[in-house]
């Protein structure tokens, strides 16, 4: 009996090779705009780096610090989106902010500007600075010395004070949030500043800088004052330094990035 054999189609032994289907320019497009609309949902709901311009912040935050905000943290407001549309108000799926946690909100008096603070006071919350200290709800906010401290900041201006460790009282159940600050001076306006109230629906927000931040303590008219910071412009909480850069040399001059990375800030949590 003879067997017949027939070739498999599609095997090796006709020569045969499956047709490559080109990919046509509707279908490059389609995924092009699949990859930007997960980038921004990336960014709009659940992180987004910002870069620390300024030394507010110090010593928490360098300038070069690079940080991730947890965009839902807090809720989302149209701050939360790219180019801030207009499309509604307040806050989805809003969540009060804890005293001590570290912001990005938007700047009250332009909000196309990004700010980073420490948020001090909440909605009913009686803060006063007195002599250099701060007063929280009548009773001074306990701080420990920790010793000399000089940087350079943005203007490459030497910033010569005293770190404290300065313990806030935790609110929504947390514990006390312990930090350091740095104090210049025990002078001037905002160190001996009237009591403030804190309104419903707005936060107090100071820089860890105390002397160096324009935050809000100043409620005044001028183009800096920041005053009370409404619950929608916050964008997100700031829990970790990504990675951080010296930057003392412009970007072009490469050949120094190595020697300016800080590589014991990577990773480097918030507190």
């Not at 987004?48 to 300024?54: A, D, G, L, R």
């Not at 935050?61 to 509604?88: A, E, T």
């Not at 909000?111 to 250099?132: F, N």
């Not at 009591?195 to 183009?223: H, K, L, N, T």
Request: with cysteine; glycine share 10%; charged share 25%.
């Amino acid at each position: 009996m003879i067997k017949e054999n027939r070739p498999v189609q599609g095997s090796e032994s006709t020569g045969d090779k499956p047709a490559r289907r080109e990919e046509t320019l509707g279908e490059s497009i389609r995924y092009f705009c699949v990859l930007l609309l997960a980038v921004f949902a990336v960014r709009s709901l659940v992180v987004e780096p910002f870069n620390i311009p300024s030394g507010s912040m110090i010593p928490t935050l360098q300038i070069g610090d690079f940080v991730l905000v947890s965009k839902f943290s807090y809720g989302y407001s149209r701050f939360s989106f790219p180019f801030s549309p207009n499309v509604f108000s307040g806050r989805i799926f809003g969540a009060e902010p804890h005293r001590g946690d570290v912001a990005v909100f938007r700047f009250t008096r332009d909000t196309s500007v990004d700010y980073i603070k420490r948020i001090i006071g909440l909605p009913g919350d009686h803060i006063q600075v007195t002599g250099g200290h701060l007063i929280l709800n009548g009773i001074e906010v306990p701080r420990t010395a920790l010793g000399h401290y000089e940087v350079l900041d943005e203007n490459n201006r030497l910033l010569s004070g005293e770190l404290y460790r300065e313990s806030l009282p935790g609110s929504g159940g947390r514990a006390p949030v312990d930090h350091d600050i740095l104090k210049l001076t025990d002078e001037g306006f905002a160190n001996d500043t009237p009591e403030y109230v804190v309104p419903e629906g707005s936060f107090f927000a100071m820089g860890d800088d105390r002397d160096d931040s324009a935050d809000s303590r100043f409620q005044g008219d001028g183009p800096d004052d920041l005053g009370f910071v409404p619950m929608q412009n916050l964008v997100g909480r700031a829990p970790v330094v990504l990675f951080s850069m010296d930057m003392r040399h412009p970007a072009w001059q490469f050949w120094y990035w190595p020697t300016e990375i800080r590589w014991n800030r990577f990773l480097h949590l918030v507190t």
